[in-house]
């Protein structure tokens, strides 16, 4: 038999007498979908003499569908035989009804800035063949270099939209995957097999935001475009590494180095004349606000820190 508070009646458009009072009523009023579920966390609770909390929906007698947060207890006597099962009802419907305008909206929104991502790669890749289609016209090799360089730019801003759109966290980007991408790209850009110029790519669990990640992302492309070009001349063989994890004190460290010829005597990275590097030392200082320190014991290296950029971080 059952007892009703007033409250409960009206969660259920009922009235006490219409109502047959018992727990196969009851189960009539659940949604016929969800009557099988309540059964049995009604009745495994009774066994294991645990209490329950389950969310549930009731089909009205107009066809109206409320969900309910129903909790149960049950009393046992000496015996262990329950005696009586306690609970309450609760009307969530206009909760759960703004939990899934909330879910559709930011399901909606998701589709959106994967568009976006998608569109802004496109138009990056257009950039990239036009840049490539103008050098095709141009004799001189310095000015080729020069598309050479800038379509490679504008590829590894790419690379991170096209990550971030595949992406399942669109706020994030694994750099991993991005630096072994990148990296191939640039060796089919110069015509180099990976025989002759060993890659080795040590990275550990780095993930960026797009504020971080775009910044990184044309640092690397710029070093190793210099290693490529510069550290192995004359079918010089050698090997470029690539190595980037977060530190202790919370930062990142990347490091990009050549077994190769060496930069000239005197060289200095912050009074450089190249525009490649140039563009490094100012996309550390004022994009990663990092630092940049510059090893030529052992052919070059370049090691950069930095902390991730805090919007980005907050994304």
Not at 38 to 47: L, M, N, P, W
Not at 301 to 313: G, L, M, Y
Request: charged share 30%; proline share 2%; aromatic share 8%.
């Amino acid at each position: 038999t059952l007892h009703w508070s007033d409250e409960i009646y009206r969660i259920f458009d009922l009235e006490p007498q219409e109502f047959g009072a018992s727990y196969e009523t009851f189960l009539d009023t659940v949604h016929p979908d969800d009557r099988e579920f309540v059964d049995k966390a009604y009745t495994d609770s009774v066994k294991s003499k645990t209490p329950y909390d389950i969310v549930h929906r009731l089909l009205l007698k107009d066809g109206t569908v409320k969900d309910v947060n129903e909790k149960s207890r049950t009393e046992y006597d000496e015996d262990g035989n329950p005696l009586r099962s306690l609970g309450t009802v609760q009307d969530i419907t206009a909760r759960v009804r703004a939990e899934e305008r909330i879910k559709a909206s930011l399901a909606e929104k998701e589709v959106l800035l994967r568009e976006i991502h998608h569109r802004v790669k496109n138009n990056l890749q257009i950039v990239a063949s036009l840049l490539y289609l103008q050098s095709q016209k141009i004799e001189d090799e310095q000015t080729i270099d020069m598309f050479k360089e800038s379509q490679g730019r504008v590829k590894s801003m790419a690379l991170i939209h096209e990550d971030l759109y595949r992406s399942e966290d669109m706020a994030r980007i694994d750099f991993e995957g991005y630096i072994r991408k990148l990296v191939a790209d640039l060796y089919s850009s110069y015509g180099l097999s990976a025989g002759r110029i060993k890659s080795t790519i040590e990275v550990r669990g780095v993930s960026l935001g797009i504020d971080t990640a775009v910044p990184c992302g044309l640092v690397i492309n710029e070093l190793m475009t210099n290693s490529l070009k510069h550290a192995f001349p004359e079918g010089r063989a050698g090997e470029i590494k690539i190595t980037f994890h977060a530190t202790d004190d919370d930062q990142f460290e990347l490091t990009v180095s050549d077994d190769g010829v060496g930069l000239p005597d005197g060289f200095d990275i912050h009074q450089t004349a190249t525009l490649g590097l140039r563009l490094v030392h100012n996309l550390v200082e004022t994009q990663l606000q990092g630092t940049i320190a510059l090893d030529r014991s052992k052919g070059t290296q370049f090691a950069i820190k930095f902390r991730e950029i805090e919007h980005s971080r907050k994304v």
